[in-house]
């Protein structure tokens, strides 16, 4: 999963560069737009939670349905400038999440009841995020359309409770619509994410699609598995120094024959040096008698 995950962000950050790319060239600029758009809500939270800390709940409430419309146009926009890609899905898909939670987490500090909100969309999240991870085919159904609007429009109602008490009654209805059409959602993404997870294990049934482990390896297997290496592990160390040992007593052999070979060689020019002395003594003693004949 890590390894799956270091991939994922490696692709993303690459994605990223070429559309930094695409922004800074005049001529493809246009097709950045919805991706700019998109990204405008992940910066929306340094606008929205210093109004809300201070009080401003109408600018509060103003901004939050402001930038919540950025993810009814965006996907509009990259249709119309032929500019979608799997990128621009994955952005707004992360996105969205930083900004529900967000703004999701201070509504915690008015109405607990919102936690049910928080809770089931991180099951959704954590759904996608597996599903994106193993490569799933992960589709957007209308129920999770409409659970977008509903959640950006329950968080709009929970800012603009907190000043006017006209909005709580439509806040609590909105918080139950939205868990009903959550809960819908959740079971839609989770049946298809066990869909595609039988079908790959079905293509492979050696695999285990959650730990990538093999499924058949019994107990037994895995303790013969950790005794061969336990043996391993103290008898190399053995080996090793008997390795150590035999090669240096083939050196010591290879030095001792390199001894002998010199003085092998040096009792050969001995012989040699002897035999020549004795021919050279013959031919001298020869030179003589002939001089001395003649």
């Known amino acids: 999963m890590k390894e799956k995950l270091k991939n994922y962000i490696i692709y993303f950050k690459d994605e990223m560069k070429k559309s930094i790319k695409e922004i800074k060239d005049p001529k493809t600029f246009h097709r950045q737009i919805p991706n700019l758009l998109t990204s405008s809500r992940l910066f929306s939270p340094a606008v929205i939670l210093p109004l809300f800390f201070t009080g401003n709940n109408i600018a509060v409430v103003l901004a939050v349905a402001g930038f919540g419309l950025t993810d009814l146009f965006d996907g509009k926009l990259a249709r119309k400038f032929n500019s979608t890609s799997k990128f621009g899905k994955d952005l707004d898909a992360i996105v969205d999440k930083v900004f529900v939670f967000t703004l999701l987490l201070p509504l915690l500090l008015t109405n607990s009841i919102i936690s049910i909100t928080i809770l089931l969309e991180a099951i959704i999240a954590v759904t996608n995020v597996k599903s994106e991870l193993k490569k799933f085919d992960v589709y957007s159904t209308k129920t999770g359309k409409f659970k977008t609007f509903f959640i950006y429009s329950t968080i709009t109602l929970g800012y603009a409770s907190i000043f006017n008490n006209y909005f709580s009654l439509i806040y609590y209805l ?39 482990i093999n499924s058949n390896v019994n107990d037994k297997e895995k303790n013969n598995v950790n005794s061969i290496n336990f043996d391993i592990k103290n008898n190399i160390p053995n080996e090793i120094n008997n390795n150590q040992k035999k090669e240096k ?8 024959l390199k001894r002998y070979k010199v003085d092998l060689i040096e009792d050969n020019y001995q012989n040699e040096y002897n035999d020549l002395a004795t021919k050279n003594n013959t031919i001298e003693n020869g030179k003589v008698k002939i001089k001395n004949k003649f």
């Open 174 to 212: 909105g918080i139950l619509s939205t868990n009903l059409i959550q809960i819908k959602t959740a079971t839609e993404y989770i049946i298809n994410y066990k869909k595609q997870n039988d079908k790959n294990y079905k293509l492979n049934p050696n695999i285990d699609q959650d730990n990538n």
């Open 249 to 256: 007593d083939f050196q010591n052999q290879m030095a001792e």
